[in-house]
């Protein structure tokens, strides 16, 4: 390439040396990784990540005005030096996205005892190879915006900052806040108040706020049936199973070949069966279990086969129609539309708040974002016990500046398209 | 209206985008291959948009319904660089690529129904991954013209003009995959407390955005070679696929909580 006539580590540098400074790096990674193991986050949580961060700022100032006309730091403050970086990092994404990762709680011992393991690529987020490497791209990143400060600026260059920056932003800040993350579950039952939760590893944390549970309420789809394989469960047709979710009585469809009329639809029933007969009944009540009457016929069958079809509940047992020795039409569990929980929420403080937490509407609370999380499956749309996830992220900040730089930059780029260059 | 109805919608709306593609191919004038491409786009969204309203929810949630919007944003891709940058054969390229995601989904239909999961419904939803896939056909048109590019190399006259063409698809694709993901990001927060869990969907669109930030920046150098630029954009290509529907046939995705098909 350009290069041709150079040495390798001759000035100026190119991409050759560019690979063997983030390959050195990724390699000090493997040996940190090899005698030390993995990264454990909880050693770098306040105030160890800040002092970090603020050395880590420091040392990349001091390097800019020292030796920003260095030729070296002009290298790594340039094409040369990122795209290796980014290739490596990209490496390891791919590894990372291809090997199933372990959860951060898992024993060391329960992972795998191969080299995989050894390398840490079962978590490879806390790997020394990947996280020098991302601290590597921080430093060119960090030193690339640094270095456009000292040339003349032009309005092209507010999208490099908004880009470079925002992304320096929110990478620092996500990794040195991942140390002071915390991610507890709390099981609140119906009428109680609860402040103790549990984090992943199953210990028991007391929070100075407290949950609760005044109602919980399950919203579910309309029942749907499905023609299945007697023996195996299995839905028909096998190619694309088909299935007809109920839309009023008297109404008409086809499946699988068969052709199902909808007689009559109990949303609360009783379902009693044994080996040759069912029978169901209303019944207003806890526990209770949806059932449809249906009448299947088919060309070729003799005669149109008529009964009920349930799914069951807690209480109640699932109910099939068989319609001959191998088919039957059964009603599969119905999906949740909408789960949420009223709650009131005490803090030590005093204050008290009311509120209604589901699925993506989260609650803040002081320092705390309150998740639905689950709810009692076993009983289902009769749960009266809703599980919460409470987050806590104080360096979200930080991170959310960099993210909402990132999206300024992007819409810049998307606007202001490439350099124009000179041909 | 329902998903049966996709084949002659999908039909003709083939039709009205080949006919565009042909007369843009015989040198007429813009016009005419413009109005035919935009019939065509029209006749598509109308089966979207009676689609949405039947199933009373967006239609993103399966893969089938993401070709769906990636069959209709391939030609507006194409029109728009058609309009810009006069290469006559980038709509028949779009066509024939959408048109064979248009075959998977009539081959392979997905199931549709009215479902919607909790974690799905949110407004985050689709801007989401209607920026994706806006962004997956224009990377995709940029592909395009790299293969042509590399099959064709010794045969292109103005080559620094077929590379700023490129250039500037890449810039909108790259900048609207960084939306879409920065969304991603904010959306997830909301939803599972987290704004970046590495989820395997996404790793490999992490990795997507940085096979792109590559390319970008290897083309910032006057040295670069056209050729390894080219290579490069097939690459990340390859990268968003993976990110698209790959991931699922990868030992990672048990992991994922991506999955909406079923």
Redesign the interface.
Same mark, same amino acid.
């Given at each position: 390439?350009?290069h041709s006539s150079r040495k390798i580590w001759e000035q100026p540098w190119g991409y050759t040396e560019g690979f063997l400074f983030a390959i050195a790096i990724g390699l000090a990674g493997i040996i940190l990784q090899l005698s030390t193991g993995q990264i454990e986050p909880v050693l770098f949580a306040f105030p160890v990540n800040s002092i970090i961060g603020a050395l880590f700022l420091t040392g990349l100032l001091a390097v800019h005005l020292l030796a920003g006309k260095k030729s070296m730091v002009r290298w790594l403050s340039g094409?040369y030096a990122?795209?290796p970086a980014?290739?490596l990092?990209?490496v390891l994404?791919?590894i990372?996205?291809?090997?199933?990762?372990q959860p951060q709680g898992t024993a060391k011992d329960l992972l795998p005892p191969n080299l995989f393991g050894r390398l840490g690529w079962y978590r490879?987020?806390t790997s020394w190879p990947f996280v020098l490497l991302c601290f590597y791209t921080l430093v060119i990143l960090g030193l690339t915006t640094l270095r456009r400060t000292a040339q003349k600026q032009r309005w092209r260059d507010i999208g490099f900052y908004l880009n470079h920056l925002g992304l320096f932003i929110a990478l620092l800040g996500?990794l040195l806040g991942s140390a002071d993350?915390v991610?507890v579950t709390m099981s609140v039952q119906e009428g109680a108040v609860e402040w103790r939760s549990n984090n992943s590893s199953g210990e028991t944390m007391e929070l100075s706020l407290a949950i609760q549970l005044d109602s919980f309420l399950i919203e579910e789809?309309p029942p749907k049936l499905v023609i299945i394989e007697h023996e195996t469960g299995k839905m028909l047709p096998a190619s694309?199973?088909?299935?007809y979710?109920f839309d009023g009585v008297g109404k008409t469809t086809q499946l699988a070949g068969y052709r199902v009329e909808i007689i009559e639809y109990l949303p609360h029933a009783a379902v009693f069966r044994d080996s040759s007969f069912t029978n169901v009944v209303p019944m207003m009540m806890e526990g209770a279990a949806e059932a449809i009457r249906v009448k299947v016929s088919k060309p070729g069958l003799s005669q149109p086969k008529e009964g009920w079809v349930s799914n069951g509940s807690y209480l109640f047992p699932h109910s099939v129609l068989q319609i001959d020795d191998a088919i039957s039409v059964a009603m599969p569990q119905q999906?949740?539309?909408?789960?949420s929980s009223h709650v009131t929420v005490y803090t030590e403080e005093g204050t008290t708040r009311q509120a209604v937490i589901?699925?993506?509407?989260?609650l803040s609370v002081e320092e705390w974002?309150i998740?639905q999380y689950s709810y009692d499956d076993a009983k289902g749309k009769y749960s009266d016990t809703s599980l919460f996830?409470l987050?806590r992220?104080p360096w979200?900040k930080v991170?959310y500046t960099g993210?909402i730089m990132?999206?300024a930059?992007?819409?810049f780029?998307?606007i202001a398209?490439?350099k124009k260059?000179r041909? | 209206m329902t998903w049966d109805a996709f084949f002659y919608f999908a039909i003709g709306a083939i039709l009205l985008w080949g006919a565009g593609a042909a007369l843009a191919l015989k040198h007429y004038a813009k016009r005419l291959p413009a109005i035919l491409t935009l019939a065509g786009l029209v006749v598509f969204f109308f089966f979207i948009a009676t689609l949405w309203s039947s199933l009373e929810r967006p239609p993103l949630r399966t893969m089938g319904e993401t070709r769906l919007w990636y069959s209709f944003f391939l030609p507006v891709a194409g029109l728009l660089t058609y309009l810009r940058w006069n290469y006559r054969w980038i709509l028949s390229f779009t066509t024939i690529l959408s048109a064979v995601f248009i075959f998977v989904n009539i081959l392979k239909?997905d199931?549709h129904?009215?479902?919607? +999961?909790?974690?799905l419904? &949110?407004p985050w939803f689709a801007p989401h991954v209607i920026i994706y896939m806006f962004s997956y056909a224009i990377l995709g048109a940029a592909t395009l013209i790299a293969i042509y590019y590399l099959v064709r190399e010794n045969r292109i006259s103005d080559k620094?003009r077929m590379m700023?063409m490129t250039?500037?698809l890449v810039?909108?694709g790259?900048?609207?995959i960084?939306?879409g993901m920065?969304m991603g990001?904010?959306w997830a927060?909301?939803?599972?407390?987290?704004?970046?869990s590495?989820d395997?969907k996404e790793?490999?669109a992490?990795?997507t955005w940085?096979?792109y930030?590559?390319y970008i920046?290897?083309? +910032?150098?006057?040295?670069s &070679?056209h050729r390894t630029s080219m290579l490069l954009l097939l690459i990340a290509f390859i990268?968003l696929q993976?990110c698209w529907y790959g991931?699922n046939y990868?030992?990672?995705a048990?992991?994922s909580i991506h999955t909406y098909s079923t």
């Open positions: 390439m350009e094409v990122t795209i980014l290739v990092l990209l994404s791919m990372l996205g291809l090997i199933p990762q490879m987020t996500g993350m991610r789809y694309r199973p088909g299935s979710m999906e949740v539309k909408r789960y589901e699925v993506n509407k989260p974002m998740y996830e987050v992220d979200l991170v993210i990132l999206l930059g992007a819409l780029l998307f398209g490439p260059r041909s | 239909p199931i129904n009215k479902v919607l +999961m909790p974690a419904q &949110s620094s700023l250039d500037n810039y909108a790259t900048a609207c960084t939306l920065l990001a904010i927060k909301e939803a599972w407390g987290h704004y970046w590495w395997p790793t490999w992490a990795a940085i096979g930030l590559l920046h290897y083309r +910032m150098k006057r040295s &070679s990268l993976i991931v990868l030992p990672s048990k992991q």
